[in-house]
């Protein structure tokens, strides 16, 4: 929590020094776990510590659905390459994702990987829906998981608090805070975020941190 807080790490020092090591990791352990609801909160309602709004989401490619049978082997270069069936599908820019007969589950294809398209038989060519995948809506909020007790995290010591991720879901949230780039796909191209800062302090808690120190230490 370094964002400009000069001044208020100056007034807690100054109130925290007058308590004793046990009450001050108390303390500060409350003042994490508050922190990192209001910084989940803010993150849900997708804004800035200003109180702007996050940069939006790029608008994807439109997908090519498609309510007919595919078959084909994948992937290209392998010895034996598997047989892939699908009975509904949509193609989005390199990705063909639908429901893996074989498999039993929806799987994703890049189709520029495909081995060999081969002519669907008749007990196989059957039309159905467009395909739905789960979480569609949802989708459109961004850093649902991130956001959550699961990843972002909170704790204190007697000198410091501290709100923030670690291993994985940090290497995720570092590059949308600075703008950094990423491989959304394995095989993919390099991508470069737009720069939202999901954690820094809004005005609202830089004030609620100074008061509630200074009401701690006043009442104690």
């Given at each position: 929590?370094?964002?400009?807080?000069?001044?208020?790490?100056?007034?807690?020092?100054?109130?925290?020094?007058?308590?004793?090591?046990?009450?001050?990791?108390?303390?500060?352990?409350?003042?994490?776990?508050d922190i990192?609801?209001?910084?989940?909160?803010?993150?849900?309602?997708?804004?800035?510590?200003?109180?702007?709004?996050?940069?939006?989401?790029?608008?994807?490619?439109?997908?090519?659905?498609?309510?007919?049978?595919?078959?084909?082997?994948?992937?290209?270069?392998?010895?034996?390459?598997?047989?892939?069936?699908?009975?509904?599908?949509?193609?989005?820019?390199?990705?063909?994702?639908?429901?893996?007969?074989?498999?039993?589950?929806?799987?994703?294809?890049?189709?520029?990987?495909?081995?060999?398209?081969?002519?669907?038989?008749?007990?196989?060519?059957?039309?159905?829906?467009?395909?739905?995948?789960?979480?569609?809506i949802?989708?459109k909020?961004?850093?649902?998981?991130?956001?959550?007790?699961?990843?972002?995290?909170?704790?204190?010591?007697?000198?410091?608090?501290?709100?923030?991720?670690?291993?994985?879901?940090?290497?995720?949230?570092?590059?949308?805070?600075?703008?950094?780039?990423?491989?959304?796909?394995?095989?993919?191209?390099?991508?470069?975020?737009?720069?939202?800062?999901?954690?820094?302090?809004?005005?609202?808690?830089?004030?609620?941190l100074?008061?509630?120190?200074?009401?701690?230490?006043?009442?104690?």
């Amino acid at each position: 929590m370094s964002d400009g807080l000069d001044e208020i790490e100056r007034l807690a020092r100054s109130c925290l020094r007058s308590v004793g090591a046990s009450e001050r990791r108390q303390i500060l352990r409350g003042l994490a776990r508050d922190i990192r609801q209001s910084q989940s909160d803010r993150i849900a309602a997708q804004r800035e510590p200003d109180g702007s709004a996050f940069a939006p989401r790029k608008p994807r490619e439109a997908e090519q659905g498609g309510g007919y049978t595919v078959k084909f082997l994948y992937p290209k270069g392998a010895a034996e390459p598997r047989l892939v069936i699908m009975k509904s599908w949509v193609r989005q820019g390199p990705l063909l994702t639908g429901f893996d007969s074989e498999a039993g589950a929806i799987r994703s294809f890049f189709w520029d990987k495909v081995a060999q398209w081969l002519p669907v038989e008749g007990n196989e060519r059957v039309r159905s829906g467009k395909l739905r995948r789960r979480g569609a809506i949802k989708s459109k909020a961004m850093f649902r998981r991130l956001r959550t007790a699961r990843y972002l995290k909170n704790g204190a010591t007697a000198d410091e608090a501290w709100v923030g991720w670690m291993g994985g879901a940090s290497t995720i949230a570092s590059i949308h805070q600075e703008g950094g780039s990423d491989r959304p796909a394995k095989k993919g191209k390099a991508v470069r975020y737009a720069r939202r800062i999901l954690l820094g302090l809004t005005a609202a808690e830089r004030s609620m941190l100074v008061d509630r120190l200074l009401n701690h230490t006043m009442t104690s």
